[in-house]
């Protein structure tokens, strides 16, 4: 195999985001959605990172935290439970 | 949220990130970073200041009257900038065919009218950021 | 409940297949004979310095070489802004402008 462009801790971090991804859409709770949703950001910053993209990932970081908040208050404006 | 400590933290420490962000604005084009992230830093201020202080206290802060006119003018500010390409006898948003100097590189007053974008482009995320917040917040549930 | 644990569990195993088919297929980092070391980088690698005094290569090509791109990004967020105004502002303004 030799030497690849991604290491083992960013294909760890891939499975992660899949994982966090999938749980977003059959997690019924939306508040707990929204905290993974803060995870799965956090994480992709970390692999835009390992990826040389300093850039875009401080604008991921950023634009991940403000969409958790906004969503949050949808959430407190809102329904808490998905029907 | 009346809390005490967070009040006292949050005073501490809001500077600290408001002053983060105009960097990341003013020091786009030399370091990594750029305006749309540092605009969104910027009005993460504003909306964890308006968590914590309530809604009263954030819009005397950053009055409506404000976001609208910064909304409305840093997207005409692009346009502006563009049109300085024009006045040279240079196609639209043109910067070294204008014949703006561009000074020494990797100084904070080098680019020409880079600089100058990216700080209208940061500012009116920021208040894109702040009238998102505070137009949802006003929503009785 | 078991169906959908199930149905999960699936999915994950397959996409996490394909991805990690997909990122061990990648080029290494920074070869020269990579496909996205094409004479379009080459060109802004060479010449980025020159032809915008920027040092910052991503802000050079977002503000200057892509400017109208740039332009009508914001044009969306104006847009989006206006939506969510018009959809949620429901209180009457002072000057009584309605």
């Known amino acids: ?83 | 949220m009346r809390d005490f400590i967070l009040k006292r933290v949050a005073a501490l420490l809001l500077p600290f990130i408001q002053m983060y962000g105009l960097y990341v604005i003013l020091h786009g084009h030399v370091s990594p970073g750029g305006s749309f992230a540092g605009g969104i830093v910027v009005g993460l201020a504003f909306i964890a200041f308006t968590t914590i202080y309530g809604l009263e206290r954030g819009r005397a802060k950053v009055p409506e009257k404000v976001t609208t006119l910064v909304e409305s003018y840093g997207t005409l500010w692009y346009g502006i900038m563009g049109m300085v390409g024009i006045f040279k006898g240079a196609p639209f948003l043109a910067n070294k065919i204008a014949g703006i100097d561009l000074g020494e590189l990797g100084a904070l007053s080098s680019g020409g009218l880079i600089g100058l974008i990216g700080l209208g482009v940061g500012i009116r995320v920021a208040s894109t950021m702040i009238t998102l917040f505070s137009t949802m917040m006003e929503e009785e549930s | ?98």
Do not use: C
């Open chain 3, 1 to 98: 409940m078991k169906l959908g644990t199930l149905a999960m569990l699936l999915i994950f195993l397959l996409a996490a297949y394909v991805v990690l088919v997909a990122v061990a297929e990648l080029p290494p980092y920074g070869m020269v004979g990579n496909p996205s070391h094409n004479q379009v980088s080459q060109r802004y690698i060479e010449n980025a310095w020159e032809e915008t005094g920027v040092l910052n290569m991503i802000t050079a090509i977002v503000l200057d070489y892509r400017a109208y791109d740039t332009m009508f990004e914001t044009i969306v967020l104006f847009t989006a802004v206006l939506a969510v105004i018009i959809t949620l502002k429901t209180t009457e303004r002072e000057g009584g402008g309605k």
């Open chain 1, 1 to 83: 195999m030799g030497f690849t462009a991604v290491d083992y801790g960013t294909m760890v971090m891939l499975l992660i985001l899949i994982a966090a991804s999938l749980a977003m859409y059959f997690i019924k709770d939306l508040l707990h959605a929204v905290i993974v949703y803060g995870a799965y950001s956090l994480i992709m910053a970390l692999v835009w990172l390992q990826m040389n993209t300093p850039d875009i990932a401080i604008t991921e970081a950023a634009a991940g935290i403000a969409m958790t908040v906004l969503m949050m208050v949808v959430i407190s404006r809102t329904s808490r439970k998905e029907d």
